[in-house]
C-alpha cells in the first residue's frame, strides 16, 4: 500500500482518537502514561490540518453512565463502588485541554475499539470524498491500531500513524504495535507537517 508520501491531501482526513481527560490526565482511571506527552504534537496536527482545511474527525467514547455497552470484559471495572465509564457530559469525556472541536469539524462516538465498528464513519467519509486517514491520539495497541487494520480492509489507499502523536501505557508497547503498522506508513509529526506544506507549495505552482 502506497504511504502519505505519495497521498494526494485534499482527499485525506486527520482523526484524533480518545483524546480526552479520562484517558490523557494524570489520576484518571483509564489513563494511558504516554498520552499527555503527546498533546503539543496533536495540537500542532490540528493545527496544520486546519490550515489546509483538512476534514478534522474527533473520535471520542462516551459511554452509558453505567457502563453497559462497555466492551464485555472491562465491565467489572464499572461495578458499583468502581470507576465510572467516560460517558457523556462528564468531566472526563471532555478533550484535553489545548483541544477544541470547532465549527467545521466532526464529532464521532464510538464504543468499541476501533472508530469504524457499529458507526457512520466510513460513509461519512466518503460522502467527503476521502480515501486517506492521517490517524492520531490513544492508544496504540487497542484504538488506533484496530481503527488502523479496519481502515486498510476498507481499502483506504493511504493510512498513516504520526508515531510521535500518539502513544501506550509503555514506549515497548507502542514500538512493537507501531513496527507491526509500518507496511501501511508511519511518518513522524515534521514529516507530516513537511509533506502537507510541500503539497500546498506544488499545488500552488500547477
Same mark, same amino acid.
Given at each position: 500500500?502506497?504511504?502519505? &508520501? ?5 482527499t ?14 494524570a ?5 494511558v ?6 498533546v ?20 471520542? &467514547? ?16 464499572y461495578?458499583? +463502588? ?13 478533550l484535553?485541554?489545548g ?6 469539524d466532526?464529532?464521532?462516538?464510538? #464504543? &468499541?475499539f476501533?472508530?469504524?465498528?457499529n !458507526?457512520?464513519l ?6 467527503? +470524498? ?5 490517524? !492520531? +491520539?490513544?492508544? !496504540? ?18 493510512? #498513516? ?16 504495535n ?6 501501511? +506508513?508511519?511518518?513522524? #509529526? ?8 510541500i ?8
Amino acid at each position: 500500500m502506497a504511504t502519505a &508520501r505519495n497521498g494526494n491531501w485534499s482527499t485525506t482526513a486527520l482523526l484524533v482518537i480518545d483524546m480526552q481527560n479520562d484517558f490523557i490526565l494524570a489520576g484518571a482511571p483509564m489513563l494511558v502514561k504516554g498520552g499527555e506527552a503527546i498533546v503539543p504534537n496533536v495540537i500542532k496536527a490540528v493545527e496544520v490540518a486546519r490550515t489546509r482545511r483538512i476534514p478534522i474527525i474527533w473520535v471520542v &467514547r462516551e459511554h452509558d453512565p453505567l457502563g453497559r455497552d462497555v466492551e464485555l470484559f472491562r465491565r467489572h471495572m464499572y461495578a458499583p +463502588g468502581q470507576s465510572k465509564p467516560t460517558a457523556k457530559g462528564s468531566a472526563g469525556a471532555e478533550l484535553v485541554e489545548g483541544l477544541v472541536i470547532k465549527e467545521g469539524d466532526y464529532k464521532l462516538v464510538k #464504543t &468499541r475499539f476501533s472508530a469504524f465498528f457499529n !458507526t457512520h464513519l466510513h460513509s461519512y467519509l466518503q460522502g467527503l +470524498g476521502v480515501d486517506s486517514l492521517v490517524i !492520531t +491520539g490513544v492508544q !496504540t495497541p487497542n484504538c488506533i491500531r484496530q481503527t488502523v487494520f479496519d481502515a486498510v480492509a476498507l481499502d483506504y489507499q493511504h493510512v #498513516t500513524v504520526i508515531h510521535d502523536a500518539t502513544a501506550a501505557a509503555t514506549p515497548e508497547i507502542h514500538i512493537a504495535n507501531i513496527f507491526d503498522m509500518k507496511n501501511i +506508513g508511519v511518518v513522524s #509529526t515534521t514529516m507530516v507537517v513537511s509533506l502537507i506544506r510541500i503539497w500546498y507549495i506544488h499545488w500552488l505552482s500547477l
